[in-house]
């Protein structure tokens, strides 16, 4: 035989070799899979079902999906939690069998069952899962599905998943929002008039009601963050505006975004002392923590941004200082400071800096009334970047009765601070800030 018919022969009992085990590994694999369908508990698609079912506990729940989400319709209509619904369906989605056991359903609390849940895809019934008793060993319970019509044994957390109640179905958010997109909010606390705080221009937020200033941009975010994140204890379906305190609110917070806006209202104490009611106005009343509430009752004075010179470092483009009868203004440009008054002349930009962010971290104690004419001290503007040319304009004076306190009066009004805050801090010549 030569060597061209040894390759050959050789080529053809390897390729015979492949195919038989390929063959052998094709029908392997499909066996494997025909196993794997036996145990799967349902055969729709996660995506096609449109309606669910839940009877057994207190009273049966409805849940149904339209083009907005999911929606609970039974017992009561709210808006049904996405995550635990979608959550529900994939878990049964993807159920497996740990095993089947043969005998009466009744034996293993099946008929009746503990709970039933159906399932549904374009309107008509797809699937029925039965929830039964716990199985004696493990952590295992018995269920039976119509696809198997079988009795079988599924893992604890597989029923849990499956046997929600109502309360873990529905939606506990308080109100939707993006805390970046809203610009407005409005509260009032009982008959008080009412705080407003809205985005200026530049993004920052400001107090306009009662009296205007600048606010303290984290606590305005934490006040909103709060709002957003607040999530429902329970909920009162069937209390009244009256039972709740509703009817007469103890807060009323507007929060706008894209020109729209959602109100939320909160009432009395929970029956268990420990929660608030409260309503989104058009939807129903739901109760929240308490501490929730405690941290929401705030006044204009504690959101208020407490610099003196409510103005980002960064954004600092010119600072004039007019005190004792001399002037120094100095300008900042390509990221040097150099004097325009009294002279032009190169500063240092090293000392230049660390005055602004001195004084950019003095804070106020408290309002207070207008300073005695002839106490003024020294007057300080802070000039920002920017087409507008914003400047924070604040004049200094001496308080009439106590030496340790000055009276810092800008635009929006007066306020104390600690004298010391600004001792040996003002420069008195331009000397103080040369090279």
Do not use: C
């Not at 924070?392 to 800008?410: D, E, G, M, Q």
């Not at 306020?415 to 331009?430: F, N, T």
């Amino acid at each position: 035989m030569n060597i061209k018919k040894t390759l050959a022969l050789l080529a053809l009992l390897i390729a015979g070799v492949v195919y038989a085990w390929f063959g052998e590994y094709r029908a392997g694999e499909k066996k494997a899979k025909e196993q794997a369908d036996e145990k799967r508990l349902f055969s729709f698609a996660p995506e096609s079902v449109n309606k669910v079912r839940i009877s057994g506990g207190e009273k049966e729940i409805l849940l149904e999906k339209d083009k907005d989400g999911w929606k609970i319709t039974s017992p009561v209509v709210a808006k049904g939690d996405s995550a635990a619904i979608n959550g529900l369906i994939e878990t049964a989605a993807g159920g497996m069998a740990q095993q089947f056991v043969e005998g009466d359903p009744a034996d293993f609390g099946l008929e009746p069952a503990t709970m039933q849940v159906d399932f549904y895809h374009s309107g008509e019934k797809a699937e029925t899962l039965l929830i039964g008793s716990p199985a004696p060993t493990g952590m295992g319970i018995y269920i039976r599905t119509t696809k198997t019509g079988k009795v079988a044994i599924v893992d604890g957390a597989f029923a849990n998943n499956s046997a929600k109640n109502l309360y873990q179905l529905r939606d506990k958010h308080l109100i939707d929002g993006h805390i970046d997109k809203i610009n407005k909010v409005e509260f009032t606390k009982g008959p008080a008039s009412a705080t407003v705080m809205e985005r200026d221009k530049d993004g920052n937020w400001q107090i306009t009601k009662p009296s205007p200033s600048p606010a303290e941009e984290e606590a305005v975010r934490e006040f909103i963050r709060s709002l957003l994140t607040a999530t429902a204890t329970g909920f009162a379906d069937n209390e009244g505006l009256k039972e709740t305190g509703l009817k007469t609110p103890r807060l009323k917070i507007a929060l706008w975004q894209n020109g729209k806006v959602q109100t939320v209202l909160f009432g009395g104490e929970s029956r268990d002392k420990l929660g608030v009611y409260a309503m989104l106005e058009g939807s129903a009343p739901l109760i929240l923590p308490g501490a929730l509430f405690d941290g929401l009752m705030r006044s204009a004075e504690t959101l208020r941004d407490k610099k003196i010179f409510a103005m980002s470092t960064a954004d600092v483009a010119g600072i004039s200082i007019q005190r004792g009868g001399k002037h120094l203004r100095l300008i900042r440009e390509n990221g040097e400071w150099h004097f325009v008054v009294p002279e032009n002349r190169k500063a240092d930009s090293g000392k230049v800096e660390s005055l602004i962010v001195s004084l950019a971290a003095i804070e106020w104690r408290q309002r207070a009334a207008s300073p005695d004419k002839g106490s003024l001290f020294a007057e300080i503007s802070l000039e920002k970047f920017g087409t507008d040319g914003r400047k924070i304009r604040v004049s200094f004076s001496a308080h009439a009765k106590n030496k340790s306190i000055l009276l810092a009066t800008r635009e929006d009004g007066t306020y104390s601070l600690d004298a010391d805050k600004l001792a040996g801090l003002l420069p008195g010549k331009m000397e103080e800030l040369l090279p």
